[in-house]
Each structure stands twice: as C-alpha cells, then as structure tokens.
C-alpha cells in the first residue's frame, strides 16, 4: 500500500501542476472555466493527502484517506461536468485512479499464515 500511497502523492502534484499550466494558457476565461480549474485544483490538493494520509501507520490514516479520494472524484466529476477542459488522460487519472484505490481500500484481507502463529 506504500507504492500506492506514493504514487497518489505523486499524481495529485502532478494533477495541481497540470491545471495550473491549464489556467495559466488562459482558457475561454469564463467564470465556468475557473471554476472548473479551482475545482481541479481542490481534487489534486485531496488526491495528495491522501496519498500523505495512507503512509500514515494509524488507521485513522486509512480513514482519511478513504474521505479524501472520495472528495477527490467528487471534485473532479464536478470539474469536468462544469466545463469540459480535461483531456481523456487526465479524466482516466482523475477518476479511475481513486476509484481503484477505495476499491483497494475496501477488499477485505486474508490473514497471513506467518502471522497466524
């Protein structure tokens, strides 16, 4: 889960960066379009915590986590419902990325043999 968490670090950075380069080429400039950037901006901010929230060893770590890939698509479903400005990449990370990991996040786990001693 440490890879996972890393990459969601990584990739959140990656999404603020991309819709900062995104707001600065200047767009339609409608109030719609900023909006959608702010709200991309937001999904990135929470996908990067978390991803700092996962590398956490507590469980409530895990909790934190789990609300904040929530918010994360919520934000980006907003973002693209409000002006169409991701790409089909960006979209496909956005969304199938914390998708994927509640769905990790939720798989209930066997017990190791070695550490059923």
């Known amino acids: 889960m440490k890879l996972a968490a890393i990459l969601t670090v ?5 999404g603020v960066v991309n819709t900062v380069v995104e707001w600065s080429a200047g767009g339609s400039g409608s109030t719609a379009h900023v909006l959608a950037l702010v709200l991309a901006v937001g999904a990135g901010v929470l996908l990067f915590v978390a ?8 469980p409530r770590g ?4 789990r609300l904040a890939l929530l918010g994360s698509v919520v934000l980006i479903v907003a973002s693209r419902l409000l002006h169409p400005w ?3 990449f960006a979209q496909l ?4 990325m914390p998708v994927v990991l509640l769905i990790a996040l ?6 190791s043999p070695a550490g059923a001693a």
Not at 51 to 58: D, H, S, V, W
Not at 62 to 65: A, N
């Open 86 to 88: 991701m790409g089909i």
């Open 51 to 58: 991803g700092a929230a996962l590398l956490r060893p507590a």
């Open 93 to 96: 990370i956005g969304i199938g």
């Open 62 to 65: 895990v909790q934190e986590g």
């Open 10 to 14: 990584l990739i959140g950075l990656l």
């Open 106 to 111: 939720y798989w209930p786990r066997r017990a």
